[in-house]
């Protein structure tokens, strides 16, 4: 296949996955030259101990680390103001963000702030509106999040910022601190990681971008549904304390493919699914992640039929090499295509309804319909878009198949 | 997927890559603060005239401060220390490094220099010696093969005291990797073949050894398919700018794969016929790759399996029976050879015994085997072998590639 006239990637983040990977943290941060890191959290991460371990990771090198835990939705511009103070009053160098989603949001902005002057955070707003690198900073993933916490995007209340020096320098993750979860908190973060990645292969074609976005569909596909099986399954807890690390495997895929997802999520545009799900979080209940997920596969295949986009190569994460190389070729789209779909009535049928399969299911109503299509067609150039929009939209509505 | 217990995966380099990727220099360096770069490069690249595509694309977006063509073969200490002046005395705020790799290898020590002053680059070997960001480093490759504009590592050396000193760190990375496909337009057939067959080699020896990981097997995938797909096309067809972007595009993916997953055999015994008979490192590569996968079979078949999707396409994968997939990639490399040679009028040599030098001389005579072998024990890519070697298996190898015929099953290790 053609590779397209110019095409470009970066992924400035070094990723350390597995066990034991809290204690190359030190020696990473070591590598960017810096030692006295602030650790930005929320309760649940002091509650849960999961700061402690981070601590015991950094007492065998000698090191010592700042703790903030009032990270959460309630955090301001005060909490920036007061970060920034404590950063630069106690020396600290580098910031480890640990959580997820507004927590990790908040670590970026204090860190837009200390690396430069607070007034950067008026100054640099928008698309590739910072012009240098920031101090080291380091994500440690804890289960569920947006997704898009190794992405280059970060909105803090009207404060918006998309720059790839925000994609963290380090992102360690330890099973040790993928604590249990709510089944649909992993959904949603699985569902909202998929679309990022299965957009991708919408655009133009970049192998770069597409090594990271097959893996992410690759470990979507292959753990989501086991884990959410476990998840719920009466005994779980003591299943996991007694079988310890190999039943941790699953979700330390998961948390890698929405990292993965966050790498995707810098180096490409929107999708219409994840504008089209966005649209529809705000103007209803639906988690925006599930509703991506929804579109997903009517987006797809809009492209594919519409656009003349040859999108078959999607089934190979999905099923693997072997399945994929026994698919006639006309027949993997459609194949694909039916394995979204596959798995969100699994998932249906897992969490007795409350994932939704259709918009219908999800309680929108037609007329909703139409608000949504104007407004995720408002960020997009193609002037046939809301016409698109609303088409997608009523076959996703069902469940019915974009027809060639 | 494999996820291992434990991965690392880092590759900070941002790749630019197109038909008129070198347009963004100026704008890529821009972004970075930097307006006057030094252009590192070798006679070999000047006198192909890409020197002049090179600054033919800048002109307009930035001033070049220093033009430095004298990198030679193997990176040199002295080397690095002269270019360091010349981008001092010409005050450049940027290096863009335009060769294969010994200009990058050379590039990323001046980089050293000029950025943390003075002349003494044994001060800045070892783990953790750099302690913050270099000057910008641009890395316009020009051989599609290395990967070196993805790596960390340089190895320069110390002539006056017979030694390769390689330097590791993070900083060494370049900030940006143009990959452009006219900067391989004008390469003969026969470095074409062996350049993508170093590439080759680092995607496969990447899938395979032992320190691999989810994305490097991701990049070394798609970096197989495109060097299976385009390179004999372009062997025949040396202006097929397409396929010389891919080829170029997956000699970077390679690069990024084995950079993070290491190498093992293959490399063990290429680097050591490099050493003792001076052939060149593609040549070798080529040879040695189908006998790596053989001799490690037993300990990678369902991964040498996965090759053959790579390799041969998803129809021929199919319609191969599991058991019989991991031969048929080993033979799938050895049929592309003897393509290959037939391709470039017998300038792409199959095995050892038929590499000439200039005189046309033998280049590995049969009789140095056995030193060979022995240096080839001391090489750390060894370590990272899925089946260990010791002297006598290593010379078993290089026996039957002198040849070039088949391993002998029976005499295969299983450890």
Not at chain 1, 262 to 269: D, E, K, L, M, R
Request: glycine residues 10%; contains cysteine.
């Amino acid at each position: 296949m053609l590779l397209p006239d110019h095409f470009e990637f970066i992924c400035p983040a070094r990723t350390a996955s597995g066990a034991k990977a809290l204690e190359h943290l030190p020696g990473d941060l070591g590598t960017l030259n810096a030692r006295k890191p602030l650790i930005i959290t929320d309760k649940r991460g002091t509650e849960k101990g999961l700061v402690g371990q981070v601590v015991k990771a950094f007492r065998t090198w000698g090191l010592t680390l700042g703790v903030y835990d009032g990270a959460g939705p309630e955090a301001d511009m005060g909490t920036v103001k007061a970060l920034y103070n404590l950063y630069l009053d106690r020396g600290f160098d580098a910031i480890l963000a640990l959580g997820s989603g507004a927590t990790v949001d908040l670590a970026k902005v204090v860190n837009i702030a200390v690396s430069g002057r607070p007034e950067d955070l008026a100054r640099c707003q928008g698309v590739d509106g910072l012009a240098h690198p920031l101090n080291p900073f380091g994500f440690i993933p804890v289960a569920a999040g947006t997704a898009r916490e190794c992405g280059g995007e970060v909105v803090f209340g009207d404060l918006y910022f998309n720059s790839r020096f925000l994609v963290p320098d380090l992102v360690t993750i330890d099973p040790r601190m993928l604590t249990d979860e709510d089944p649909l908190r992993l959904v949603s973060t699985a569902l909202a990681a998929l679309t990022f990645a299965a957009e991708a292969y919408a655009g133009p074609r970049n192998p770069f971008v597409e090594s990271y976005a097959q893996l992410v569909i690759g470990f979507v596909f292959e753990h989501l549904l086991d884990e959410v099986r476990q998840a719920r399954a009466e005994k779980r807890r003591t299943a996991r304390l007694t079988e310890g690390f190999s039943l941790k495997k699953g979700r330390l895929a998961l948390v890698n493919a929405a990292c993965m997802a966050g790498y995707v999520h810098a180096n490409t545009s929107p999708g219409l699914a994840a504008r089209l799900g966005t649209a529809i979080g705000h103007r209803s209940a639906l988690d925006p992640a599930l509703a991506m997920g929804i579109v997903l596969p009517c987006v797809l295949e809009d492209h594919a039929h519409r656009q003349g986009c040859d999108l078959s190569r999607i089934l190979r994460p999905m099923v693997g090499l072997e399945r994929f190389a026994a698919t006639p070729r006309p027949q993997r789209f459609v194949a694909a295509m039916a394995r979204i779909r596959y798995l969100f009535n699994e998932l249906f049928v897992l969490t007795e309804a409350v994932v939704p399969r259709t918009l219908e299911d999800a309680g929108l109503t037609r007329d909703a319909l139409e608000a949504v299509a104007e407004a995720a067609a408002a960020s997009d150039p193609a002037p046939d878009s809301p016409q698109v929009c609303r088409t997608i939209l009523e076959h996703a509505f069902t469940g019915r198949p974009v027809a060639p | 997927m494999r996820l291992p217990d434990y991965y690392e995966y880092c590759c900070r380099v941002k790749i630019v890559a197109g038909h008129d990727a070198l347009e963004k220099i100026p704008g890529l360096l821009g972004s970075l603060h930097a307006a006057r770069p030094m252009i590192i490069t070798d006679k070999g690249v000047a006198g192909a005239g890409l020197l002049e595509v090179v600054t033919g694309a800048l002109q307009d977006g930035v001033t070049i401060g220093a033009v430095a063509d004298e990198v030679p073969s193997d990176s040199d200490f002295k080397v690095v220390r002269q270019l360091a002046r010349v981008y001092r005395q010409n005050d450049c705020d940027a290096v863009i490094a335009v060769g294969g790799g010994s200009v990058m290898d050379t590039a990323k020590g001046v980089n050293i220099l000029v950025s943390e002053g003075g002349d003494d680059l044994m001060a800045f070997t070892g783990a953790g010696a750099l302690k913050k960001r270099l000057k910008p480093l641009v890395a316009v490759p020009t051989t599609a093969g290395t990967g070196s504009e993805v790596t960390l590592v340089a190895v320069i050396a110390d002539h006056e005291k017979n030694l390769k000193i390689p330097f590791t760190s993070y900083f060494l990375l370049p900030d940006v990797a143009v990959i452009d496909s006219r900067m391989t337009l004008t390469l003969p057939d026969f470095i074409t073949s062996q350049t993508a067959m170093d590439a080759l080699s680092h995607a496969v020896e990447g899938y395979t050894c032992l320190a691999k990981n989810p994305v490097s097997d991701a990049c070394a995938l798609e970096a197989i398919s495109l060097i299976a797909a385009n390179l004999l096309k372009v062997v025949k067809n040396p202006g097929d700018r397409d396929g010389r972007l891919a080829l170029a595009t997956a000699a970077t993916l390679a690069g990024m794969a084995f950079s993070n997953s290491m190498v093992g055999m293959v490399h063990t015994l290429g680097h050591s016929v490099g050493a003792v008979c001076g052939v060149p490192h593609g040549t070798c590569m080529a040879i040695f790759l189908p006998y790596g996968l053989e001799y490690n079979m037993h300990k990678i078949g369902d991964d040498a399996g996965e090759l053959l999707f790579a390799l041969a396409g998803d129809a021929v994968f199919a319609r191969t029976p599991r058991d019989q997939r991991a031969r048929k990639a080993v033979a799938f490399i050895r049929d592309l050879n003897q393509a290959l040679y037939e391709a470039t009028g017998g300038r792409h040599p199959r095995r050892l015994g038929e590499i000439t030098g200039p005189d046309g001389k033998v280049r590995v005579p049969r009789a140095r085997l056995p030193e060979i072998a022995r240096v080839a024990r001391g090489d750390a890519s060894i370590f990272y072998n899925p089946e260990a070697l010791d002297e006598d298996d290593l010379l078993m190898v290089l026996e039957a590639a002198w040849e070039g015929v088949p391993l002998d099953p029976a005499r295969i290790r299983k450890g």
